[in-house]
Protein backbone atom coordinates (compact mmCIF):
# COMPACT_ATOMS: atom_id res chain seq x y z
CA UNK A 1 0.00 0.00 0.00
CA UNK A 2 2.82 2.28 0.82
CA UNK A 3 4.90 1.43 -2.23
CA UNK A 4 1.28 2.19 -3.90
CA UNK A 5 1.39 5.41 -2.76
CA UNK A 6 4.96 6.44 -3.18
CA UNK A 7 4.51 5.44 -6.47
CA UNK A 8 1.82 7.92 -7.31
CA UNK A 9 3.55 10.88 -5.15
CA UNK A 10 7.00 10.23 -7.67
CA UNK A 11 4.10 10.27 -10.79
CA UNK A 12 2.95 13.49 -9.19
CA UNK A 13 6.27 14.90 -8.80
CA UNK A 14 7.30 14.33 -12.79
CA UNK A 15 3.56 14.88 -13.98
CA UNK A 16 4.45 18.67 -12.51
CA UNK A 17 7.74 19.12 -13.16
CA UNK A 18 8.59 19.62 -9.20
CA UNK A 19 12.10 18.17 -9.81
CA UNK A 20 12.95 21.54 -10.69
CA UNK A 21 13.40 21.99 -7.26
CA UNK A 22 16.58 19.75 -7.67
CA UNK A 23 18.11 21.75 -9.92
CA UNK A 24 18.66 24.64 -6.87
CA UNK A 25 21.33 22.39 -5.66
CA UNK A 26 24.80 22.02 -7.54
CA UNK A 27 24.93 17.86 -7.12
CA UNK A 28 21.77 17.34 -7.59
CA UNK A 29 20.86 19.65 -11.09
CA UNK A 30 22.31 16.89 -13.24
CA UNK A 31 19.54 14.71 -12.30
CA UNK A 32 17.09 17.83 -12.94
CA UNK A 33 18.55 17.59 -16.46
CA UNK A 34 18.24 13.80 -16.93
CA UNK A 35 14.67 13.56 -16.09
CA UNK A 36 13.58 16.32 -18.55
CA UNK A 37 15.89 14.71 -21.42
CA UNK A 38 13.64 11.47 -20.53
CA UNK A 39 10.33 13.27 -20.32
CA UNK A 40 11.54 15.54 -23.40
CA UNK A 41 7.88 15.30 -24.61
CA UNK A 42 6.45 16.96 -21.64
CA UNK A 43 6.85 20.65 -20.76
CA UNK A 44 4.93 21.49 -17.54
CA UNK A 45 3.30 25.05 -17.78
CA UNK A 46 3.32 27.35 -15.14
CA UNK A 47 5.29 29.14 -12.29
CA UNK A 48 6.74 26.56 -10.00
CA UNK A 49 4.42 27.71 -7.22
CA UNK A 50 1.19 27.13 -9.04
CA UNK A 51 2.66 23.69 -10.27
CA UNK A 52 3.62 22.70 -6.10
CA UNK A 53 -0.27 23.63 -5.39
CA UNK A 54 -2.04 21.57 -7.93
CA UNK A 55 0.64 19.15 -7.19
CA UNK A 56 -0.35 18.80 -3.58
CA UNK A 57 -4.39 19.04 -4.42
CA UNK A 58 -3.96 16.02 -6.71
CA UNK A 59 -2.20 14.43 -3.68
CA UNK A 60 -5.40 14.78 -1.25
CA UNK A 61 -6.42 16.14 1.80
CA UNK A 62 -3.50 15.37 3.54
CA UNK A 63 -0.94 16.65 1.62
CA UNK A 64 -3.43 19.93 1.02
CA UNK A 65 -3.92 20.61 5.15
CA UNK A 66 0.43 19.82 5.28
CA UNK A 67 0.73 22.86 2.24
CA UNK A 68 -1.58 25.12 4.53
CA UNK A 69 1.06 24.76 7.60
CA UNK A 70 3.51 25.48 5.24
CA UNK A 71 1.86 28.66 4.14
CA UNK A 72 2.21 29.98 7.05
CA UNK A 73 6.05 29.49 7.92
CA UNK A 74 7.65 32.20 5.80
CA UNK A 75 10.86 31.36 7.79
CA UNK A 76 10.93 28.47 5.46
CA UNK A 77 9.23 28.93 2.34
CA UNK A 78 10.09 31.58 -0.09
CA UNK A 79 7.64 34.40 -0.52
CA UNK A 80 6.25 33.35 -4.14
CA UNK A 81 5.47 29.53 -3.08
CA UNK A 82 3.94 31.27 0.32
CA UNK A 83 1.04 33.25 -1.90
CA UNK A 84 0.23 30.20 -3.66
CA UNK A 85 0.02 27.76 -0.97
CA UNK A 86 -2.88 30.29 0.49
CA UNK A 87 -4.90 29.50 -2.22
CA UNK A 88 -4.98 25.81 -0.81
CA UNK A 89 -8.52 24.85 -0.27
CA UNK A 90 -9.64 21.63 2.06
CA UNK A 91 -12.77 20.59 0.54
CA UNK A 92 -13.45 16.99 -0.66
CA UNK A 93 -15.95 15.00 -1.77
CA UNK A 94 -18.42 13.70 0.89
CA UNK A 95 -17.95 9.77 2.12
CA UNK A 96 -21.26 7.97 1.46
CA UNK A 97 -24.37 7.99 3.73
CA UNK A 98 -24.16 4.51 4.38
CA UNK A 99 -20.71 4.88 5.72
CA UNK A 100 -22.13 8.03 8.22
CA UNK A 101 -24.75 5.16 9.42
CA UNK A 102 -22.33 2.72 9.82
CA UNK A 103 -20.19 5.17 11.70
CA UNK A 104 -22.61 6.71 13.52
CA UNK A 105 -24.23 3.09 15.05
CA UNK A 106 -20.35 2.08 15.78
CA UNK A 107 -20.08 5.00 17.92
CA UNK A 108 -22.99 4.87 20.12
CA UNK A 109 -23.19 1.06 20.42
CA UNK A 110 -26.61 1.31 19.20
CA UNK A 111 -28.92 2.14 16.00
CA UNK A 112 -28.71 5.82 15.40
CA UNK A 113 -32.14 6.43 14.74
CA UNK A 114 -32.57 5.77 19.30
CA UNK A 115 -30.45 8.98 19.53
CA UNK A 116 -31.37 11.10 16.23
CA UNK A 117 -34.86 11.18 15.87
CA UNK A 118 -34.05 12.90 12.50
CA UNK A 119 -30.65 13.36 10.64
CA UNK A 120 -29.86 14.53 6.87
CA UNK A 121 -27.66 12.39 5.54
CA UNK A 122 -26.56 15.10 3.15
CA UNK A 123 -23.62 16.53 4.77
CA UNK A 124 -23.81 20.42 4.68
CA UNK A 125 -19.56 20.41 5.11
CA UNK A 126 -17.06 17.90 4.18
CA UNK A 127 -13.15 18.30 5.01
CA UNK A 128 -10.12 16.04 5.33
CA UNK A 129 -10.77 14.83 8.74
CA UNK A 130 -14.92 14.97 8.64
CA UNK A 131 -18.06 16.20 7.72
CA UNK A 132 -21.33 17.67 9.03
CA UNK A 133 -24.58 16.67 9.67
CA UNK A 134 -27.76 18.81 10.53
CA UNK A 135 -29.97 16.15 12.78
CA UNK A 136 -32.90 16.44 15.91
CA UNK A 137 -32.01 15.18 18.97
CA UNK A 138 -33.91 12.17 20.71
CA UNK A 139 -32.53 11.75 24.13
CA UNK A 140 -32.20 13.23 27.44
CA UNK A 141 -33.60 16.46 28.29
CA UNK A 142 -32.47 17.93 25.29
CA UNK A 143 -34.80 16.04 23.64
CA UNK A 144 -36.39 17.36 20.63
CA UNK A 145 -33.34 20.27 20.00
CA UNK A 146 -31.71 20.80 16.72
CA UNK A 147 -27.73 20.04 16.31
CA UNK A 148 -24.87 19.59 13.86
CA UNK A 149 -23.38 16.42 14.15
CA UNK A 150 -19.46 16.14 13.01
CA UNK A 151 -18.28 12.76 12.22
CA UNK A 152 -15.15 11.63 11.54
CA UNK A 153 -14.48 10.56 8.20
CA UNK A 154 -13.74 6.28 8.34
CA UNK A 155 -10.28 4.82 7.41
CA UNK A 156 -8.36 7.85 7.79
CA UNK A 157 -6.06 7.32 10.75
CA UNK A 158 -4.53 4.75 8.36
CA UNK A 159 -4.31 7.65 5.62
CA UNK A 160 -2.87 9.60 7.56
CA UNK A 161 -0.07 7.23 9.55
CA UNK A 162 0.86 6.33 5.43
CA UNK A 163 1.15 9.45 4.48
CA UNK A 164 2.75 11.10 7.09
CA UNK A 165 5.59 8.47 7.39
CA UNK A 166 5.95 9.06 3.50
CA UNK A 167 6.27 13.01 4.12
CA UNK A 168 8.90 12.06 6.72
CA UNK A 169 11.05 10.16 4.42
CA UNK A 170 10.52 13.24 1.85
CA UNK A 171 11.42 15.88 4.81
CA UNK A 172 14.32 13.60 5.62
CA UNK A 173 16.25 13.52 1.75
CA UNK A 174 15.68 16.82 1.49
CA UNK A 175 17.46 17.72 5.09
CA UNK A 176 20.38 15.80 4.13
CA UNK A 177 20.43 16.69 -0.09
CA UNK A 178 20.46 20.49 0.10
CA UNK A 179 22.95 22.52 1.89
CA UNK A 180 19.76 24.26 3.60
CA UNK A 181 17.96 21.50 4.43
CA UNK A 182 19.09 21.50 8.13
CA UNK A 183 18.28 24.99 8.72
CA UNK A 184 14.46 24.29 7.20
CA UNK A 185 13.60 21.72 9.88
CA UNK A 186 11.60 20.20 7.35
CA UNK A 187 11.26 16.60 9.38
CA UNK A 188 10.26 19.32 12.88
CA UNK A 189 7.56 21.04 10.75
CA UNK A 190 5.92 17.23 9.51
CA UNK A 191 6.21 16.14 13.20
CA UNK A 192 4.20 18.96 14.35
CA UNK A 193 1.76 18.88 11.26
CA UNK A 194 1.51 15.19 12.59
CA UNK A 195 0.56 16.29 16.10
CA UNK A 196 -2.52 18.88 14.46
CA UNK A 197 -3.78 15.99 12.60
CA UNK A 198 -3.83 13.44 15.71
CA UNK A 199 -5.90 16.43 17.87
CA UNK A 200 -8.09 17.15 14.91
CA UNK A 201 -9.37 13.88 15.30
CA UNK A 202 -10.63 14.05 18.88
CA UNK A 203 -13.67 14.93 18.54
CA UNK A 204 -14.05 15.09 22.49
CA UNK A 205 -10.69 17.66 22.58
CA UNK A 206 -12.53 19.57 20.38
CA UNK A 207 -15.46 19.61 22.61
CA UNK A 208 -13.35 20.78 25.17
CA UNK A 209 -11.90 23.77 23.63
CA UNK A 210 -15.57 24.87 22.25
CA UNK A 211 -17.08 24.84 25.98
CA UNK A 212 -13.89 26.73 27.23
CA UNK A 213 -14.21 29.44 24.44
CA UNK A 214 -17.72 29.62 26.02
CA UNK A 215 -16.72 30.23 28.81
CA UNK A 216 -14.56 32.83 28.05
CA UNK A 217 -17.10 34.84 26.08
CA UNK A 218 -20.00 33.65 28.36
CA UNK A 219 -22.40 37.13 28.24
CA UNK A 220 -22.22 36.51 24.38
CA UNK A 221 -21.75 40.03 23.61
CA UNK A 222 -19.57 39.62 21.25
CA UNK A 223 -19.07 36.11 20.62
CA UNK A 224 -21.75 33.27 20.46
CA UNK A 225 -20.32 29.94 20.59
CA UNK A 226 -22.86 27.35 20.10
CA UNK A 227 -23.66 24.71 23.16
CA UNK A 228 -21.89 21.03 23.19
CA UNK A 229 -24.45 18.29 23.69
CA UNK A 230 -21.67 16.39 26.09
CA UNK A 231 -23.74 13.00 26.64
CA UNK A 232 -24.02 12.85 22.46
CA UNK A 233 -20.27 13.53 22.25
CA UNK A 234 -17.81 10.54 21.18
CA UNK A 235 -14.32 10.40 20.30
CA UNK A 236 -15.52 9.97 16.72
CA UNK A 237 -18.90 12.16 16.46
CA UNK A 238 -18.92 15.53 18.27
CA UNK A 239 -22.44 17.00 18.28
CA UNK A 240 -23.38 20.59 18.45
CA UNK A 241 -25.75 23.34 19.04
CA UNK A 242 -27.20 24.21 15.64
CA UNK A 243 -27.21 27.90 14.71
CA UNK A 244 -29.49 30.22 11.97
CA UNK A 245 -26.37 32.04 10.79
CA UNK A 246 -25.15 33.88 7.98
CA UNK A 247 -21.55 32.91 6.78
CA UNK A 248 -19.70 36.24 7.43
CA UNK A 249 -18.21 36.35 3.51
CA UNK A 250 -21.85 36.25 2.23
CA UNK A 251 -21.78 40.37 2.18
CA UNK A 252 -24.63 40.90 0.68
CA UNK A 253 -26.99 38.98 2.60
CA UNK A 254 -25.87 40.47 5.44
CA UNK A 255 -26.79 43.62 4.16
CA UNK A 256 -30.24 42.31 3.37
CA UNK A 257 -30.34 41.44 7.10
CA UNK A 258 -29.36 44.81 8.35
CA UNK A 259 -26.42 44.07 9.61
CA UNK A 260 -23.51 46.86 10.49
CA UNK A 261 -20.65 45.48 8.27
CA UNK A 262 -18.38 47.88 9.48
CA UNK A 263 -19.44 47.38 13.43
CA UNK A 264 -18.81 43.51 12.51
CA UNK A 265 -14.83 44.40 11.37
CA UNK A 266 -14.37 46.48 14.36
CA UNK A 267 -15.67 43.79 16.73
CA UNK A 268 -13.97 41.00 14.75
CA UNK A 269 -10.78 42.87 15.26
CA UNK A 270 -11.18 42.82 18.99
CA UNK A 271 -12.73 39.93 19.41
CA UNK A 272 -8.87 38.57 18.19
CA UNK A 273 -7.28 40.55 20.46
CA UNK A 274 -9.18 39.69 23.57
CA UNK A 275 -8.96 36.04 22.93
CA UNK A 276 -4.96 36.30 22.42
CA UNK A 277 -4.27 38.77 25.56
CA UNK A 278 -7.42 38.24 27.80
CA UNK A 279 -7.27 34.65 27.65
CA UNK A 280 -4.48 33.63 26.02
CA UNK A 281 -6.53 31.19 24.10
CA UNK A 282 -7.93 31.87 20.59
CA UNK A 283 -9.35 29.77 17.61
CA UNK A 284 -6.57 29.49 15.07
CA UNK A 285 -8.48 28.36 11.90
CA UNK A 286 -10.78 31.70 11.22
CA UNK A 287 -11.42 31.45 8.00
CA UNK A 288 -14.18 32.63 5.99
CA UNK A 289 -15.71 28.99 6.36
CA UNK A 290 -15.28 28.65 10.26
CA UNK A 291 -16.86 32.25 10.82
CA UNK A 292 -20.67 33.42 10.70
CA UNK A 293 -23.18 35.66 11.93
CA UNK A 294 -26.31 35.84 13.65
CA UNK A 295 -29.40 37.09 12.52
CA UNK A 296 -28.82 39.61 15.24
CA UNK A 297 -25.37 40.11 14.11
CA UNK A 298 -23.46 38.56 16.54
CA UNK A 299 -20.38 36.85 15.78
CA UNK A 300 -19.89 32.83 15.94
CA UNK A 301 -18.06 30.19 15.18
CA UNK A 302 -17.36 26.67 14.47
CA UNK A 303 -14.36 23.90 14.17
CA UNK A 304 -12.60 24.23 17.13
CA UNK A 305 -10.21 21.49 16.32
CA UNK A 306 -7.21 23.87 15.83
CA UNK A 307 -6.39 26.50 18.56
CA UNK A 308 -3.81 28.23 19.58
CA UNK A 309 -2.07 28.71 23.58
CA UNK A 310 0.38 31.21 24.58
CA UNK A 311 2.24 31.09 27.58
CA UNK A 312 2.43 34.61 30.20
CA UNK A 313 6.05 35.24 28.92
CA UNK A 314 4.64 35.18 25.10
CA UNK A 315 1.67 37.26 26.11
CA UNK A 316 3.47 39.79 27.90
CA UNK A 317 6.13 39.85 25.02
CA UNK A 318 3.72 40.28 21.96
CA UNK A 319 1.29 43.25 24.27
CA UNK A 320 5.10 44.81 24.59
CA UNK A 321 5.44 44.75 20.98
CA UNK A 322 2.61 45.27 19.61
CA UNK A 323 2.24 48.54 21.75
CA UNK A 324 5.60 49.62 21.32
CA UNK A 325 4.44 49.12 17.33
CA UNK A 326 1.44 51.49 18.14
CA UNK A 327 3.28 54.01 19.10
CA UNK A 328 6.08 53.83 16.88
CA UNK A 329 9.23 52.85 19.09
CA UNK A 330 10.93 51.09 17.26
CA UNK A 331 13.80 50.89 19.77
CA UNK A 332 11.39 49.42 22.20
CA UNK A 333 10.50 46.61 19.55
CA UNK A 334 13.95 45.92 19.45
CA UNK A 335 14.84 45.67 23.14
CA UNK A 336 12.00 43.47 23.66
CA UNK A 337 13.61 41.20 21.28
CA UNK A 338 17.01 41.19 22.70
CA UNK A 339 15.28 40.65 25.90
CA UNK A 340 12.96 37.81 25.28
CA UNK A 341 16.39 36.44 23.86
CA UNK A 342 14.86 35.97 20.32
CA UNK A 343 17.82 37.81 18.80
CA UNK A 344 21.43 37.25 19.73
CA UNK A 345 22.31 39.70 23.29
CA UNK A 346 25.09 41.35 21.35
CA UNK A 347 22.82 42.69 18.56
CA UNK A 348 23.54 46.34 18.22
CA UNK A 349 20.48 47.92 19.01
CA UNK A 350 20.21 51.22 16.95
CA UNK A 351 20.93 48.87 14.03
CA UNK A 352 17.74 46.44 14.69
CA UNK A 353 16.03 49.07 15.33
CA UNK A 354 16.69 50.77 11.62
CA UNK A 355 15.79 47.81 10.44
CA UNK A 356 12.36 47.60 12.09
CA UNK A 357 11.34 50.85 11.53
CA UNK A 358 11.82 50.61 7.25
CA UNK A 359 9.43 47.99 7.59
CA UNK A 360 6.73 49.35 9.72
CA UNK A 361 7.09 52.76 9.13
CA UNK A 362 5.26 52.74 5.78
CA UNK A 363 1.97 51.15 6.79
CA UNK A 364 0.84 53.98 9.51
CA UNK A 365 -1.79 55.86 9.06
CA UNK A 366 -2.98 53.93 6.16
CA UNK A 367 -6.45 51.96 5.89
CA UNK A 368 -6.23 48.23 5.44
CA UNK A 369 -7.13 47.96 2.43
CA UNK A 370 -3.47 49.56 1.85
CA UNK A 371 -1.70 47.57 3.74
CA UNK A 372 -0.44 43.71 3.38
CA UNK A 373 0.49 42.34 7.06
CA UNK A 374 1.39 39.17 5.09
CA UNK A 375 4.16 40.90 3.15
CA UNK A 376 5.10 43.29 6.70
CA UNK A 377 5.39 39.62 8.43
CA UNK A 378 7.86 38.67 5.07
CA UNK A 379 9.76 41.16 5.21
CA UNK A 380 10.39 41.03 9.24
CA UNK A 381 11.37 37.29 8.56
CA UNK A 382 13.79 38.86 6.26
CA UNK A 383 15.21 41.10 8.91
CA UNK A 384 15.08 38.66 11.74
CA UNK A 385 16.99 36.13 9.56
CA UNK A 386 19.53 38.88 8.74
CA UNK A 387 19.59 39.31 12.94
CA UNK A 388 19.83 35.92 13.57
CA UNK A 389 16.71 35.58 14.91
CA UNK A 390 14.90 32.63 16.08
CA UNK A 391 11.66 31.53 15.23
CA UNK A 392 9.29 30.89 17.78
CA UNK A 393 6.94 27.94 16.43
CA UNK A 394 4.51 28.77 19.52
CA UNK A 395 3.88 31.83 17.88
CA UNK A 396 3.36 30.16 14.46
CA UNK A 397 -0.95 29.94 14.86
CA UNK A 398 -0.74 33.36 15.93
CA UNK A 399 0.76 34.01 12.79
CA UNK A 400 -1.62 32.05 10.90
CA UNK A 401 -5.04 33.11 12.34
CA UNK A 402 -3.49 37.12 11.94
CA UNK A 403 -3.01 36.79 8.28
CA UNK A 404 -6.77 35.16 8.75
CA UNK A 405 -8.22 37.72 10.50
CA UNK A 406 -6.52 40.73 8.19
CA UNK A 407 -8.27 38.86 4.99
CA UNK A 408 -11.79 39.17 6.84
CA UNK A 409 -10.93 42.39 7.74
CA UNK A 410 -10.45 43.50 4.00
CA UNK A 411 -13.57 42.09 2.80
CA UNK A 412 -16.30 43.16 5.59
CA UNK A 413 -14.34 47.12 5.36
CA UNK A 414 -11.07 48.15 3.54
CA UNK A 415 -11.36 51.18 5.31
CA UNK A 416 -10.87 49.68 8.53
CA UNK A 417 -8.01 50.93 10.60
CA UNK A 418 -6.41 48.30 13.45
CA UNK A 419 -4.34 50.54 15.32
CA UNK A 420 -7.18 52.72 16.48
CA UNK A 421 -9.05 49.64 17.35
CA UNK A 422 -6.57 47.45 19.12
CA UNK A 423 -4.81 50.33 20.88
CA UNK A 424 -7.26 50.83 23.55
CA UNK A 425 -7.69 47.16 23.87
CA UNK A 426 -3.91 46.19 24.64
CA UNK A 427 -4.07 49.95 26.62
CA UNK A 428 -6.69 48.33 28.73
CA UNK A 429 -5.02 44.95 28.84
CA UNK A 430 -1.78 46.22 30.06
CA UNK A 431 -3.27 48.43 32.61
CA UNK A 432 -4.70 45.44 34.77
CA UNK A 433 -1.34 43.82 34.00
CA UNK A 434 0.60 46.27 36.05
CA UNK A 435 -0.52 48.81 38.98
CA UNK A 436 -2.37 48.09 41.85
CA UNK A 437 -5.30 45.34 39.82
CA UNK A 438 -2.34 43.54 39.47
CA UNK A 439 -1.42 43.66 43.02
CA UNK A 440 -4.89 43.04 43.85
CA UNK A 441 -5.09 39.80 41.79
CA UNK A 442 -1.35 38.96 42.41
CA UNK A 443 -2.36 38.53 46.09
CA UNK A 444 -5.49 36.66 45.85
CA UNK A 445 -3.93 33.97 43.66
CA UNK A 446 -1.19 34.07 45.83
CA UNK A 447 -2.57 33.93 49.36
CA UNK A 448 -3.98 30.20 49.78
CA UNK A 449 -0.19 29.31 48.87
CA UNK A 450 1.56 31.78 51.20
CA UNK A 451 -1.16 30.42 54.04
CA UNK A 452 -0.16 27.10 53.53
CA UNK A 453 3.53 27.28 53.53
CA UNK A 454 4.46 30.22 55.92
CA UNK A 455 3.25 27.68 58.92
CA UNK A 456 5.58 24.91 57.87
CA UNK A 457 8.37 27.07 57.67
CA UNK A 458 9.90 26.28 61.48
CA UNK A 459 9.03 22.49 61.06
CA UNK A 460 11.32 22.72 57.52
CA UNK A 461 13.60 24.55 59.23
CA UNK A 462 13.99 21.95 62.56
CA UNK A 463 13.74 19.12 59.83
CA UNK A 464 17.08 20.47 58.35
CA UNK A 465 19.07 20.70 61.17
CA UNK A 466 18.27 17.41 62.15
CA UNK A 467 19.42 16.06 58.91
CA UNK A 468 22.59 18.31 59.21
CA UNK A 469 23.78 18.73 62.99
CA UNK A 470 27.17 19.78 62.19
CA UNK A 471 25.08 23.23 61.34
CA UNK A 472 23.56 23.73 64.64
CA UNK A 473 24.31 27.09 65.42
CA UNK A 474 24.50 28.45 61.59
CA UNK A 475 21.08 26.82 61.26
CA UNK A 476 19.82 28.47 64.55
CA UNK A 477 20.57 32.09 63.22
CA UNK A 478 19.04 31.25 59.62
CA UNK A 479 15.56 29.83 61.41
CA UNK A 480 15.26 33.20 63.61
CA UNK A 481 16.06 35.19 60.64
CA UNK A 482 13.02 32.81 59.06
CA UNK A 483 10.67 33.37 61.95
CA UNK A 484 11.45 37.13 61.71
CA UNK A 485 10.61 37.24 57.92
CA UNK A 486 7.82 35.07 58.51
CA UNK A 487 6.55 38.12 60.95
CA UNK A 488 7.09 40.42 58.68
CA UNK A 489 5.47 38.69 55.72
CA UNK A 490 2.27 38.11 57.66
CA UNK A 491 2.68 41.78 58.82
CA UNK A 492 2.65 42.98 54.70
CA UNK A 493 0.14 40.44 54.40
CA UNK A 494 -2.48 42.41 56.56
CA UNK A 495 -1.48 45.89 55.52
CA UNK A 496 -2.11 44.42 51.65
CA UNK A 497 -5.45 42.97 53.36
CA UNK A 498 -6.08 46.67 55.00
CA UNK A 499 -5.39 48.17 51.38
CA UNK A 500 -6.99 46.05 49.37
CA UNK A 501 -10.34 46.51 51.96
CA UNK A 502 -9.87 49.91 51.53
CA UNK A 503 -9.78 50.23 48.10
CA UNK A 504 -13.08 47.97 47.80
CA UNK A 505 -14.68 50.46 49.63
CA UNK A 506 -13.68 53.65 47.61
CA UNK A 507 -14.96 51.56 44.51
CA UNK A 508 -18.47 51.14 46.61
CA UNK A 509 -18.32 54.88 47.67
CA UNK A 510 -17.84 55.54 44.34
CA UNK A 511 -20.86 53.72 42.96
CA UNK A 512 -23.08 54.03 45.66
CA UNK A 513 -22.04 58.26 45.65
CA UNK A 514 -20.99 59.29 42.16
Known amino acids: MRLARLI ?45 RLALEHLGPLFVKFGQLLSVRPDLIPYDIIEELSKLQDKVPPFPSEQVVAALDAAYGEPHQNVFREISLEPVASASIAQVHFGVLAQGKDTGRQCAIKVVRPGIEQTIREDIGLLEIL ?29 ELDMIREAANASQLKRNFADGRLLYVPEVFWDYC ?14 VNAIEELKRHHVDIKRLSREGVEIFFTQVFRDAFFHADMHPGNIFVLRDGRYSGVDFGIMGTLADEDKNYLATNFMAF ?72 LQKTLLQIEGLGRQLDPDLDVVQIAKPILKRWMSEQVGWRALVRNVREEA ?15 QALAEHPQRLEESERKLAALEQANRQQTALLRWIGAGFAALLALELYRKLWP
Open 8 to 52: KIIYVILRFGLEEFLGAHDRLRIFHRLIRAVLFWHRPQGSRARRL
Open 171 to 199: AGFVERAFSDGKRLRLRAVVREFEKTMHD
Open 234 to 247: RPRVLVMERIDAIP
Open 326 to 397: FNRNYKRVAEAHIEAGWVPKDTRVDEFESAIRAVCEPIFGKPLKEIYFGRVLLRLFEVSRRFKMEVQPQLVL
Open 448 to 462: PRWSALLPQLPRLAH
